[in-house]
């Protein structure tokens, strides 16, 4: 439980865009940040802010209990909350490895040791899309084919040596908050006159199926630095 660090949400993202950075500028070759949001919030791209009914929207979410906070990434609304604990991956791209397959790579790299961490729990993951969960995508981390984890990643290409270096996200749903942190992105959709809705019976959180979930977060480190090392990248 020390190696996950509280922060609220903007102050969560700003300390993804700090690992980025400094894997940009050459400090580290790699970095891993767990942490967990002191506060709720609905993150959503930037691009969104600029939609019809974008400002009615917002006051209903925060009158939900849920302010919105734009991040720099695509992709769908995501509910943020103390539920939520967030892993991100930085790393520069091996030497080895090529460019062309760099995105399904970094996924698989993020996704694997989750689905290690799983398997020693005792439970079988999976990887794929879920009809009517939010932030849906191909490398959701998914349990009894509902969504568990939702990932997204960010490229960069370092200036000097042109070396491309990702910040590779996944949000585990720790805590059972399905039905709040789907009516809070259902009625962000409805004030912005969208038609897309999503469904709390397409998620699932780990509590719902470990004992002591935080607790259970605690090797989760160590699935990383072992798959990490066995391509060259060494976690500090």
């Known amino acids: 439980m020390q190696q996950i660090s509280r922060f609220a949400v903007v102050e969560g993202l700003d300390a993804e865009r700090h690992l980025l950075d400094g894997v940009q500028r050459g400090e580290l ?30 006051a209903q979410c925060t009158a939900l209990g849920w302010p919105i906070a734009l991040r720099d990434s695509g992709g769908e609304p995501v509910p943020q909350s103390s539920a939520v604990l967030n892993v991100a991956l930085a790393y520069a791209l091996p030497p080895q490895e ?24 005792g439970h079988e993951g999976g990887l794929g899309e879920v009809d009517g969960a939010f932030c849906d995508g191909r490398y959701n981390v998914t349990l009894e084919a509902r969504k568990l984890v939702g990932t997204a990643q960010r490229w960069r290409r370092r200036r000097e040596d042109s070396r491309h270096v990702v910040l590779a996200h996944a949000a585990v ?17 409805q004030g912005c006159g969208m038609d897309d809705r999503v469904r709390a019976s397409s998620h699932i959180a780990l509590d719902e199926c470990v004992e002591q979930a935080w607790s259970s977060a605690a090797p989760l480190r160590d699935h990383y630095r072992r798959a990490l090392a066995q391509v060259g990248l060494v976690l500090d």
């Not at 970095?31 to 959503?44: D, F, K, N």
């Not at 694997?112 to 961490?117: A, C, G, N, R, T």
């Open 173 to 189: 749903l720790m805590e059972n908050q399905r039905e709040p942190m789907v009516d809070v992105v259902n009625a962000f959709y």
């Open 29 to 58: 070759e790699c970095g891993l940040l767990l942490w967990r949001p002191t506060e709720a919030a609905l993150v959503m791209p930037q691009r969104m802010s600029r939609l019809a009914g974008f400002a009615a929207a917002q």
């Open 98 to 121: 090529g460019e062309l397959t760099r995105i399904e790579t970094a996924y698989l790299r993020l996704c694997q040791p989750m689905l290690d961490w799983l398997a020693d729990l």
